[in-house]
């Protein structure tokens, strides 16, 4: 609590804390399988591409007879196959999806199975070129459950793909993969349970349940699987750092009004994840430095809710998910997407949108450049009682200042440089 802004100006209906078990421990893959359709959304694939992929690998290693810790390994690969296609990288989708590997923690093997994931057993694949058992096998692995995914979404639906792949010989896998790796993935499709489950609207939490031996589930895993998330978000819309200063001043703002710490915490990872929808915008909206169509503008808008439908099935963030989807409502009620009256606002979006608004007038934009503090603190108060809650507004220089504290443990900075996203005051 900080420069006598008390608890009691927030009143328990402004929490909403109705509900159990704002954030719970998780594991890595268990959140990353949701995370995944993301990957899916970037990669413009049905919805639960990813999760398929790697349901389907995880099932030809089962069959394989891979170790626990291979078989983790497999799925990983598969859910973060095409994770780089989104990430602008010299390298190419497949270095950056190495790279977004090691955001999320993962040991080197995960991004060489990435790397590996269009070579090809009989050595006509790239960037290598590499030969049969020479190629790392979880590359090996997920390319072949990607054909059969691809061949499944290429059919008229699941049904009609299962009986045209048992009328094929699966020839076509074995100089992609291997013979042993094929007669796996034949015996994989052969099997009811597997179909099943690949179309399951439940897939990403079975994934997750197929990753169970990675450890004990953590809070810990949650807020660095939403860091890593952010990071990869703003890779994309190249405005690094953003998402983590969000964080960090909406935890803060959060700690200011003497909300409790685990509804800081909260709050946080929503930051973390706000404009995970961007994700799928085209580059030439986010940055278009002219006037945005009504088409365009329909699309950025469409944000807030693609960043919800995300990650409302993640555990323990459904409640994280109505936040991030009301991050650009307002106090008056001509925000979006909902336009929601102030009374249906609780105050976790609120807080967001004043530190998102924060950082996107620091920053630089393709039509004007940044703002310096004391304009940002100006706009932000102008909008105070109508675009923001003024409470809020009112708090922002005591969290700003502590976040450059340097004793406190969020000391982050508040400097905002050069980027994209979404303009603050319109
Ligand atoms: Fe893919
Ligand atoms: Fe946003």
Sequence with gaps: MQQGYGAAAVSDADLTLTRTGLLRPVRRIEILAHFSGAFDVAEQQPRGHAARVAYLAHEVARRLGFGAEERRRVIAVGLLHDSGVAVRHDGGHL???????ERFGFDGAVSDGILATHERWDGRGRPDGRLGAAIPVEGLLVSAAHWACEFADGAMSPLRARSELHHSSIADIEPLAGPEVAAALRSALHDDETWLTMWNEDLARLVGLAGLSEGRPSQRRLV???????EVVDAAVRE???????????????????LPEPYAEAIGIAGHLLELGQIGVSRHITDKPSILSVDEMEIMRSHPTVSSWLIERAPGLTEVAEWVVAHHERRDGRGYPEMLSSDELPMPPRILAVADAYYALRADRPHRPAYDEDDTLTMIGLGAGSQFDARVVEVLPAALEALTRPTGDDATGDDATGGKGSDAVS
Excluded at 246 to 253: F, P
Aim: proline share 3%.
């Design 95 to 101: 270095v950056a999806g190495a790279w977004v590997a």
């Design 240 to 258: 690094p750092g953003r998402a983590a200063r969000v964080a960090a001043l909406s935890r803060q703002i959060a700690l200011s009004m003497g």
């Design 224 to 230: 660095e699987a939403a860091e890593a998330m952010g």
